[in-house]
């Protein structure tokens, strides 16, 4: 096909949820991870040194992946299945010293190009990974890769919040090169305790991440003021993040949503003073979305590269961050109660049905802008109606108090938002991902013309991306099919679940989306 659209029409049909459908997809996409594992490693050099690129693409990416899946191991053996030794394929992909690379002010995150942060992060979690992924009590953290996290820490500290780079201006805070992608690296780190020397040495850098938590709110209000200032109050969000000079951009990999994504995996103390700001920020966001039919511009003022036949549907830019960031934010207990409004739902909505019938992007499965992207909102918008349901219930509840209302606007679309309507279709989509490149090649197996990506193996633009998705799938099956077990044993289904080790396991093996989690900090990136 010459000139692809940009998404195919979905013809999909979203499956019934039960026990049989669920465990035969958990067969399925187990052996998806394997067969792409084993394309990946088959398909990739293995490095001598670290080169310019980041975990966005090329071999950290990859090696990532392998981690994370060491990780989630427990979830992905197939008993009848010969097992890979992920770890193994991950520790080949970290070179043991650190790149001649300088730290620079406008590269703080390991997400994007040209940053030690990310040999350094990969070199932790591989030092985890060794010794099983616990017990790191007893592990140390070599002394130049603290010494690494301190410099990150002290240049974020300080930076404005746009950064100069290569002859330009572009925001200081986003994912993929910024303050917002060094808080993720600090947090996961947090989450382990390492020997005492190592502890020392990490203290001053971790016990800041409140200071930087309080410069990245800061920086979004300023661009909210600056906004105001050169376009007026009317569009303006409580917190506005600059992609680029005088651009605000709103997607994950880019924006405020994937920003606000990583804050509300910090500890909930961490997070008091600011909730009334992020929560009316959230609103604002929904709002936005709302107005165009579940679509999320790509930023305020518009910016165009070119034509295209619609708004973009993808993590970067688009409607899925924000249903990532609904997702993190409904499993904030205080910030929900306090904060939910009828336009989340409303947002969570439209969304779904922008992802629905635009997300089967003639790109490919990836992670960025492709299939298995789109879909793994759904699984944190799962788990948030599944197991946060009582939450969401009181929210609802308070806010008909606060504004003495007897029902909730658009009530009949709340009553739509359940579990099973969400692991539906992220099922639908991670299925189909399988027929996407490179994973696929044979030209008769799909009525779809998937291109082949830029970096076919890569994490965020490729098959290790799908692969990741998949894993985290089969997290969420696991658990689910427990709780179905469960449930059908007479156990309840609140306090059951929190004190049964098998659906415990399996929860807390969804790591959430690779740089940006939306499960909260694993220790795994």
Known sequence: MADRPQYFENTLTPPSINTT???????????????????????TLLPEKWGPNGIFRAFPGIALAFLRLDYQSSVLEDPKAASVDYRRYALQRIPSSLPDTPLLASRLSPVGS????????????????????????????AREDVICLHEAMQWALKNEPLVA?????MGGDEML????????????????????ETQELLSPVLEAIPELIRVIVDAGRQGSKEYIEKNGAQDAHPLMYAWMEGHYCFGAVHGITGILTILLSCKPEELTDYLPVIGGTVTALCKLSGATNGHLPMTLPPYSFGKRSSELVQLCHGSPGLLILIGAALKNES???????PSWDQAIYLGTRRVWEEGLLSKGGSLCHGVTGNAWAWLHLHDCFEYHSDTLNDARTAYLQRYQLSTLPNAETSQELT?????????????????TKPYNTSPASSDKDYRMPDEPYSLFEGLAGNVCAWADTCAVLQARLRKIELVEQGVCATSGLSQDPVFQVAFYRQLGFPALGGNGAMGVF
Do not use: C
């Not at 090169?177 to 020997?195: E, Q, S």
């Open 177 to 196: 090169f910024g303050r917002a992608g060094l808080l993720w690296v600090l947090l996961n780190v947090r989450a382990h305790h390492f020997d005492q």
């Open 335 to 341: 910030l929900t109660r306090a904060h939910w409004d």
């Open 165 to 169: 780079y290569d002859g330009r201006k």
């Open 419 to 435: 579990g099973d309507f969400f692991l539906s279709r992220a099922l639908a989509f991670m299925l189909h991902a399988r027929e």
């Open 114 to 141: 040209s940053s030690p942060v990310t040999a350094v992060t990969l070199r932790i979690l591989g030092t985890l990974a060794k010794n099983d992924w616990h017990n790191s009590a007893n592990i140390s953290i």
């Open 21 to 43: 459908t669920l465990f035969e997809s958990l067969q399925e996409l187990r052996a998806a991870v394997r067969n792409g594992a084993e394309l990946i490693h088959g398909n």
